[in-house]
């Protein structure tokens, strides 16, 4: 059974409101205040990343040329920096290794393939700025962890320098969503829906196909890809998006893992500190990256 703390959080977020028809204004200004449950992350600095646009969170024992790269979720239509401020603080606090976060164009104003080149132009200006190839992790949350496989593939079909890792939260990475848990757990999921994912992939593909495999990753080739882990909610409809990739990684020769947090929603460990399995998931990143990038 979920903990008290998160059977409260999820009745409380539940119960909120919900506006049915917000403009993509609107939303970006609700996203920016996704984390305003979070608790702070202990002993972090934060710090303009301006040559990406973006925020650098660097705890107090970062680790020289360890690194994480974060890509903030919100359908590749909403998100910014600052929507996953605390998140990245408290994964490079677990992990003792400094973070970025950088800014990437959103559709509808850029649409795919925009947000991919500006992953990889993110990483290889952190690379070049300290950061050892070999000791990063590329990491994400729901697009923003189809991001974070997306750049990383990309940076292999270029034959540039790969990460360590890669690290999904809530992995989207079927802008098909032909996954099977899109059903099955249809009356569980709190945050997302068929119609609401199939509107922000038309939205971001602007016509492109969504079975491209910098789209969707669930349909890319794995061989050569750095490890890989992937965790999820398992009360929500994206749970398939990371079994496949997790499923092709291994049969491609990648290490993958994945775990699958019983009874909880779609980006949980966002909410370090209002509940003991969110915390749990930030330990177990952090222990993860620090295996990885030792």
């Keep these: 059974m979920p903990s008290d703390e998160a059977k409260r959080f999820w009745d409380m977020l539940r119960a909120l409101p919900k506006d049915d028809s917000p403009s993509i204004a609107q939303r970006r200004e609700g996203d920016a205040h996704a984390e305003d449950l979070t608790r ?14 973006g925020l650098w969170a660097e705890p107090p024992d970062a680790r020289p040329g360890a690194a994480i790269l974060y890509f903030y ?5 909403l ?24 800014r990437y164009r959103l559709a509808p104003e850029h649409p795919f393939p925009a947000a991919i080149e500006d992953g990889v132009a993110a ?36 034959a540039l320098p790969l990460p360590a890792g890669v690290i999904t939260i809530s992995l989207w990475g079927d ?5 099977g848990t899109m059903d099955s757990r249809a009356w569980t999921d709190m945050s997302c829906s068929r119609d609401g994912l199939m509107e922000l992939a038309g939205t971001y593909l602007a016509g492109a196909n969504p079975c491209h495999p910098l789209a969707s990753p669930v349909f890319a080739d794995f061989a050569g890809m750095p490890p890989l882990l992937c965790i999820v909610g398992g009360d929500e409809r994206l749970i398939d998006d990371s079994v496949r990739v997790v499923c092709a990684a291994g049969q491609a020769g990648s290490g993958a893992t994945l775990f699958v947090a019983p009874w909880m929603q779609h980006v949980y460990p ?11 998931a ?3 990143m952090g222990d993860w990256i620090k295996a990885h990038t030792a």
């Design 79 to 102: 998100g910014a920096p600052i929507s996953r401020r605390k998140t990245a603080g408290h994964i490079a606090r677990a992990a003792a290794a400094r973070a970025l976060i950088p």
């Design 270 to 280: 966002i909410f370090a500190g209002a509940f003991p399995e969110a915390d749990a």
């Design 123 to 158: 990483f290889q200006w952190l690379t070049a700025n300290g950061a050892d190839p070999a000791r990063t992790v590329v990491m994400g949350d729901s697009a923003g962890g189809g991001l974070a496989v997306a750049t990383t593939l990309a940076l292999r079909d270029r």
């Design 175 to 179: 802008m098909t969503c032909s996954g």
């Design 40 to 53: 702070e992350p202990d002993g972090v600095a934060f710090a303009p990343a301006q040559c990406v646009n």
């Design 73 to 77: 979720g919100g359908g590749y239509v």
């Design 282 to 284: 930030i330990r177990l």
